[in-house]
């Protein structure tokens, strides 16, 4: 699956607001996916479980083992102060908001797909239920690689402020390449919504 900057655009046309956009990612921002996956494969810490994924064939072993790992994971602590902050500034008309996230490269392709429209429905389940006033059409699933698409895309559309949340710095730096935007790598609920702040107040002061 590769998303083109006129699909990303098709998607992204009922949401034409003139304020600026927040992509927020999940996992590691605020689902705990590592925690999950460690638990469920029995590994000792975070740095097993990126070196499990790492093995050849290791997200067709998930698919045939776990192929509802996404719909298990766990809340991180604090994600409901990130939550919460977020769509204060989305109700008071200061951002528009979506979640962004990855789904696993190999899901997306042959006979796998199946197990990647599966997680794709699995992760919008998963912030309905865990926090309130959000819709499905509110996440939005992609390969890694296809993330900026959707900033580049909402970007053409409305001319505003492009914002990414993300724990993955990669994610960050090719954000900020292919959008021209902003990226805040996540490290806490805290620290991210104090940059957002700063930075949205820099918008109002310049605008």
């Not at 699909?7 to 999950?36: R, S, Y």
Request: with cysteine.
């Amino acid at each position: 699956m590769s998303i083109s900057i006129s699909t990303a655009l098709q998607l992204n046309e009922q949401d034409t607001a003139a304020i600026p956009k927040v992509w927020c990612d999940m996992d590691g921002v605020v689902a705990d996916f590592h925690a999950t996956f460690q638990e469920a494969y029995e590994l000792s810490s975070e740095n097993q479980v990126n070196l499990y994924l790492e093995k050849p064939n290791a997200w067709h072993i998930v698919a045939e083992k776990t192929p509802d790992i996404f719909a298990k994971a766990r809340p991180l602590p604090d994600a409901e102060v990130l939550v919460s902050g977020l769509k204060h500034l989305r109700d008071s008309g200061h951002i528009r908001l979506n979640f962004l996230t990855a789904l696993p490269g190999p899901w997306m392709i042959g006979s796998y797909a199946r197990y990647g429209e599966a997680a794709s429905r699995h992760k919008k389940e998963w912030i309905v239920r865990h926090f309130s006033g959000f819709k499905p059409s509110d996440v939005v699933t992609c390969e890694r690689r296809e993330k900026p698409s959707f900033g580049v895309a909402d970007k053409l559309l409305t001319d505003t402020p492009q914002i990414l949340l993300d724990d993955y710095k990669k994610n960050t730096v090719e954000w900020i390449a292919q959008t021209r935007g902003f990226a805040i790598q996540h490290k806490s609920a805290a620290s991210t919504l104090s940059q957002l702040g700063v930075y949205l107040k820099g918008l109002a002061i310049n605008g």
